[in-house]
Structures are given as structure tokens and as C-alpha cells.
């Protein structure tokens, strides 16, 4: 596998991978991933969230890391939310959820699934 980043960390590009052609689509398509599978059989998501708020729940923890726009994030057992641009991650524990939600525009995200 082999993945470029920017300056602060965040992926630009993976190469050498399969993407599946069939998307993830939620909420009537307003958040919407295909998942990237690496050689050795590790999955990620990349995606997109237009503009409104949605809440997840997750089986796995996961990475979110944020490569366009923005958004702010309440993670599930807290109140505050957090804001989050591109170049920042946040993490979510397995078996919990977040809320996001994006003001304005389009938030694109990689999603890692964490072990």
C-alpha cells in the first residue's frame, strides 16, 4: 500500500488498492462513501457530507480525518461539540456514536476503522 499525505497528515492519495463502485449512501444521500480496500485487507471509507446534521453509530472505533470543508462533531455521552477543517481528525470509540453536522458547502472525510 502506499499513501501520500499533506503537509499536516492528512491522506492525498492511496495507491495500489481496490475501491468498491457501489457507494454508501445515508440520509437520502446527503452523506454519501465508497470503501477503499488495501492490500492487506484493511478498509477505509471516503466520503462526502453535505450540508446538515446527522448522528452515527459505530461497531468498530474509527479515525475521521477531515481532507475538505468543515464540521463539528458531538461525540456520544458528551455535550459540547467540536470543531473540525480539513487537516484535523477526530476518533470515535467502537460500539458509541457521534453527531455531525456541516453548516454550509460539502465536508469530505477518510474514515479508518480502528482495531
Do not use: W
Not at 492525498?12 to 440520509?27: G, H, Q, R, S
Not at 472505533?61 to 468543515?70: D, S, T
Not at 453548516?103 to 482495531?115: I, P, Q, R, T
Amino acid at each position: 500500500m502506499s499513501t501520500s499525505t499533506t503537509a499536516a497528515g492528512v491522506p492525498k492519495e492511496f495507491t495500489k488498492v481496490k475501491v468498491l463502485t457501489k457507494a454508501n449512501l445515508y440520509f437520502d444521500g446527503k452523506v454519501a462513501s465508497h470503501t477503499v480496500i488495501f492490500p492487506d485487507g484493511t478498509k477505509k471509507t471516503i466520503g462526502l457530507i453535505y450540508a446538515g446534521t446527522y448522528h452515527f453509530n459505530t461497531d468498530l472505533a474509527e479515525r475521521m480525518e477531515i481532507v475538505a470543508g468543515a464540521c463539528t462533531v458531538v461525540l456520544d455521552g458528551t455535550k459540547e461539540g467540536r470543531p473540525y477543517g480539513a487537516g484535523t481528525m477526530f476518533e470515535v470509540p467502537g460500539k458509541s456514536g457521534f453527531q455531525i453536522a456541516v453548516a454550509e458547502g460539502v465536508c469530505e472525510y477518510v474514515c479508518s476503522f480502528l482495531l
